[in-house]
């Protein structure tokens, strides 16, 4: 058994979790999120907790069951507290304005990059060398962080460029000088 898959998961108050079929649906105070079940995993709802089980031994069963029961920790908590991601941009000249639905980056290329705000996540810019990415979908969220993180990655020698809040860039030496 699988140690993080057979934990359950608690259901918070304001929280109405329900199975559709193979999805499980999860409603709270931020929004709706559905989540599909695999195929050799069954759920069930009862006591104010979510119990996952898988149907077989089979190693995909196995792998499977540990990753579905966090696929749906992430949904309950996403309607709970939500998650955000915060980025900045270093370099001089770099900046970020935010026009209705779309971002756009002036990151050192000839033109403007423009990136189309998907739906479900909500694009903040404090000040031009700082973004907020939020939502209720874990993966929509850390994915939209990373696609405007590699419009512009930051570069190992004066580490310009777009990168995640407190993220390390590796710094390396210049041309010796002889």
Do not use: W
Not at 43 to 51: I, N, P
Not at 64 to 88: D, F, P, Q, W
Not at 120 to 141: C, F, N, R, W, Y
């Amino acid at each position: 058994m699988s140690r993080i898959g057979k934990q359950p998961i608690p259901i918070p108050k304001g929280v109405d979790v329900r199975l559709d079929g193979r999805t499980l649906v999860c409603k709270g105070p931020k929004g709706e999120l559905r989540q599909p079940l695999d195929h050799v995993i069954e759920a069930s709802v009862k006591d104010g907790e979510v119990v996952l089980t898988r149907t077989s031994d089979e190693k995909q069963a196995k792998a499977m069951h540990g990753t579905v029961r966090a696929l749906v920790a992430n949904a309950i908590a996403g309607v709970t507290k939500g998650y955000s991601r915060k980025l900045e941009i270093v370099g001089v000249g770099y900046k970020a304005v935010l026009q209705s639905k779309k971002l756009v980056l002036n990151v050192g290329f000839a033109n403007s990059i423009e990136f189309a705000v998907p739906a479900g996540v909500t694009i903040l810019v404090p000040d031009q060398t700082h973004i907020e990415i939020s939502g209720i979908d874990k993966q929509l969220v850390g994915h939209t962080a990373a696609a405007i993180r590699a419009v512009r990655k930051p570069e190992p020698y004066k580490g310009k460029g777009v990168r995640f809040e407190g993220e390390q860039v590796r710094r390396k030496a210049g041309k010796a000088a002889k």
